[in-house]
């Protein structure tokens, strides 16, 4: 029989005359005379050490939870103690290590010493493109020669045709404000003649600032290059040099007349007149001499009045004549004919070839590209016709003024496309930049660069694209012995040397070295070294 919760091994109730028993461990036996029914009963059961195990489990719970708790701080307390330096040990460690050399060893390598900085690829600042169509005298009509966007502008290309005539491209900054004839001076001039000179067409003197009969046979050459005709001149002009013309020729008479007149008054009498007062004088000698002899009819005084009145009208005969009037009729005469020779000089220069401001555009840093077009065939002009920007594309960066000073137009630089392709560039130009009001850096240089020969396709991905440019400024012709540039020291002389440690390191030996080229944090270096020798840097 089963042992009720409380029972001990030696109750009373366990030693009872039942067939069950409890053996010494105190589980319940069972005798063979039960049968079946008893075995049947004893697999139902529960194991009597299973159930031995739960209530010690259970009934100790408070138990079990210390015995972890301490489990935990004790393995908690060795983690700690590994953690946990003592002073001593503290001090121990922070104590410096002994003195030693620091040494790296001689390398072969090659160098190759760049400057890289950043640039934006882009093409020159865009303007917009206005012409002056003041001078046309009535509505600035487009009629045609409308360029396409991406066209590029050249010297002597035509931007534009505007009422049948051509806006004539030319290098220069001065805009066009006024119309360019012969007897003009000025600024605007002096441009005109230096764009005409820059393709090849000669303008006489170019330092010359007017415009004269020669600059306006370079312009009619202008109009020939670009296949158009020369303006028209002003209405009336020919009716005027034909006027002129005449007046010249009638001042040109009067010129003729008093030159006669004056050669007349300045000949004196002829020699008919001279030979006729003569007579008249010798007659009266004549007449006088018989008037003395008596033969005459005269008296003597009447002979010697006659033959003075005869000597006194030859004598103011033969006398030079006054020619001041005929002078002064000759002098007006020429004063007559420089006038209308001016006058026809002026309406001539009226029919020389000019240069209206409104059919040249004057355009700085050629050739351009058109980005824009604003007007089409058949408008009319009121603002910016176009907007255009450099035709080239170029890659422009800053620089430091130490990196500046290393570049040389010309150079050879290297840069990657935005889809990783590798191409090369060449210096153009570098210019110190301005200095910024209040700016704390350093000098600034600007760097330009040229892509060489870009593809259009590739120029599309380049533009507006900042990217990393690389110039070599040097590099040795292969693979060199170099070492860090704290290993290089200076001797008495200023001679380089090198310290070179042995396989003991308080052994080492000083050598005299040449050095190269210097990059990278490295130098080469020649001398009685080899690749792999150690060299101190540092003790």
């Not at 020939?224 to 007046?247: F, I, K, N, Q």
């Given at each position: ?444 240089y600007d760097v330009v660069l040229a892509p060489t020969d870009p593809t259009p ?63 990278e944090g490295f130098v080469e270096i020649t001398g009685d070294i080899r690749e ?8």
């Amino acid at each position: 029989m089963r042992r009720s919760r409380g029972e001990s091994a030696d109750s009373p109730a366990s030693t009872g005359g039942d067939d069950a028993g409890v053996d010494a461990l105190g589980m319940t036996t069972v005798t063979e005379g039960e049968g079946e029914s008893a075995a049947t009963e004893a697999a139902l059961k529960p194991d009597p050490a299973v159930s031995g195990w739960r209530r010690v489990l259970q009934g100790n719970r408070v138990l079990w939870v210390l015995a972890a708790v301490a489990i935990v701080s004790l393995i908690a307390g060795v983690g700690v103690s590994f953690l946990i330096v003592s002073p001593g040990q503290a001090a121990a460690d922070a104590a410096a290590p002994e003195p030693g050399l620091i040494t790296v060893p001689i390398e072969s390598r090659e160098l190759s010493n760049d400057v890289t900085i950043r640039g934006d690829a882009a093409f020159a600042d865009a303007v917009e493109v206005k012409i002056e169509t003041g001078s046309l005298g009535g509505p600035a009509v487009v009629t045609g020669r409308v360029p396409e966007v991406g066209a590029t502008f050249e010297p002597t290309s035509v931007a534009l045709e505007v009422t049948g005539r051509p806006v004539i491209v030319l290098p220069g900054d001065l805009p066009a404000y006024r119309t360019l004839s012969v007897g003009l001076s000025g600024p605007d001039v002096l441009q005109l003649k230096a764009a005409l000179v820059s393709i090849g067409i000669d303008v006489g003197d170019p330092s010359s600032a007017t415009f004269d009969s020669a600059t306006a046979s370079a312009v009619a050459a202008l109009y020939d290059r670009v296949g158009y005709p020369t303006p028209d001149a002003p209405e009336g002009t020919a009716e005027a040099v034909r006027g002129a013309r005449d007046s010249v020729r009638a001042a040109e008479d009067g010129v003729a007349s008093a030159r006669r007149a004056l050669a007349q008054a300045q000949a004196g009498p002829s020699n008919a007149e001279r030979i006729e007062q003569d007579n008249l004088v010798r007659a009266a000698e004549r007449a006088l001499a018989e008037a003395k002899a008596g033969k005459g009819q005269l008296s003597v005084a009447d002979a010697e009045d006659q033959l003075r009145l005869a000597q006194a009208r030859r004598d103011e005969a033969l006398a030079p004549r006054d020619a001041s009037d005929a002078q002064s009729s000759l002098d007006a005469a020429y004063a007559s004919l420089d006038a209308a020779n001016e006058v026809l000089a002026d309406a001539s220069d009226s029919t020389l070839a000019f240069l209206p401001a409104s059919e040249v555009l004057y355009l700085s840093a050629l050739p351009r590209r058109v980005d824009e077009v604003k007007v089409e065939r058949g408008t009319i002009l009121q603002a910016a016709a176009m907007l255009v920007s450099g035709a080239t594309l170029t890659i422009n960066a800053s620089a430091a003024e130490s990196d500046a000073k290393l570049l040389e137009v010309g150079a050879v630089a290297s840069f990657a496309l935005p889809d990783g392709t590798e191409m090369a560039a060449t210096i153009s130009s570098v210019a110190p930049r301005k200095a910024e009001a209040g700016s704390g850096s350093g000098p600034r240089y600007d760097v330009v660069l040229a892509p060489t020969d870009p593809t259009p396709e590739q120029v599309e991905q380049l533009r507006g694209q900042n990217v990393r440019v690389s110039i070599s400024i040097g590099s040795t012709d292969g693979a060199v012995l170099a070492v860090p540039l704290a290993a290089l020291t200076a001797g008495p002389g200023g001679e380089s040397r090198v310290e070179v440690a042995g396989d003991d390191d308080e052994k080492t030996r000083l050598v005299e070295v040449t050095t190269g080229l210097a990059a990278e944090g490295f130098v080469e270096i020649t001398g009685d070294i080899r690749e792999g020798e150690l060299v101190v840097v540092g003790r």
